[in-house]
């Protein structure tokens, strides 16, 4: 594996079995990202693209092949040690937000502290000062019902953030959004990677708005990358 990747995969495999049939969702995916790139991944339906972003956020494991993220094997982890990395290394979004409807803003994006061990206090700072980032301080007592579909994904970015990891995985994360709004998000994510230095990894299938913003693109078909692109 290469010393000056940030996070690498070795012919990462992902097999499904429901009965007798077996889908490979995966197929021996080589990939190497390097510390502070916004990576796009595009691809059709079924291609894999969600199933890359569960091994890699380690909501899932691989059935064979290997995942390093900074230096570590997180494929080789076992469940309290991924849960840490869950909560610590990496944040995730996705196209359908993900966050707590009877929550406020502000308690949505305090709770990962809350398993992390911070005091209430400083809970609600911190919540406080993510969700100024994110431009939503001024909602931050709304409920997500209240909110707008892309103050919602802010919502869930900033509670992505919150634990301050160094990779951002989003499934998708302007499914679900017009395409003004798509574009400040996507805007804001390639913000945070340029100013913060926060590698991402974005899925999409809008590819002029992976186009835009990554700095490398890699099209999944079949399990398979079957191509590679440098766009800055
Ligand atoms: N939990 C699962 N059980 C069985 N098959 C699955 C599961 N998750 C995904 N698949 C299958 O794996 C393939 C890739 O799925 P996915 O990674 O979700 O694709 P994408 O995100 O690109 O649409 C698809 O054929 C899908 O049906
Ligand atoms: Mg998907």
Do not use: W
């Not at 809350?114 to 994110?134: H, I, P, Y």
């Not at 019902?145 to 160094?166: C, D, F, T, Y």
């Amino acid at each position: 594996m290469n010393s000056t990747s940030f996070i690498e995969t070795e012919d990462l495999t992902k097999g499904y079995s429901s009965g007798q049939i077996e889908v490979v969702a995966l197929k021996d995916v080589n990939l190497s990202v390097r510390e502070g790139k916004f990576l796009g991944v595009t691809g059709p339906s079924g291609s894999g693209k969600s199933t890359l972003m569960n091994l890699l956020g380690g909501l899932d494991t691989p059935t064979s092949g290997r995942i390093k993220v900074q230096g570590k094997f997180i494929s080789e982890l076992n469940k309290e040690e991924l849960a840490l990395y869950r909560r610590y290394q990496v944040g995730m979004i996705f196209q359908s937000f993900n966050i707590i409807s009877s929550y406020s803003a502000l308690e949505n994006v305090a709770f990962p502290l809350l398993f992390a061990g911070v005091g209430k206090k400083e809970r609600k700072q911190r919540a406080s000062q993510m969700l100024t980032k994110v431009g939503l301080c001024p909602r931050k007592d709304h409920r997500p019902p209240e909110l707008s579909a892309g103050e919602q994904q802010r919502v869930a970015i900033a509670r992505a953030l919150i634990n301050q990891p160094k990779i951002l995985l989003a499934d998708e994360p302007t499914g679900n959004l017009d395409s003004t709004t798509s574009r400040q998000i996507v805007q804001m994510l390639s913000d945070l990677n340029k100013n913060q230095g926060l590698t991402v990894i974005m899925i999409s299938h809008e590819e002029s708005l992976v186009r835009r913003f990554a700095h490398e693109i890699i099209h999944l078909c079949d399990g398979k990358i079957v191509e590679q692109e440098k766009i800055r």
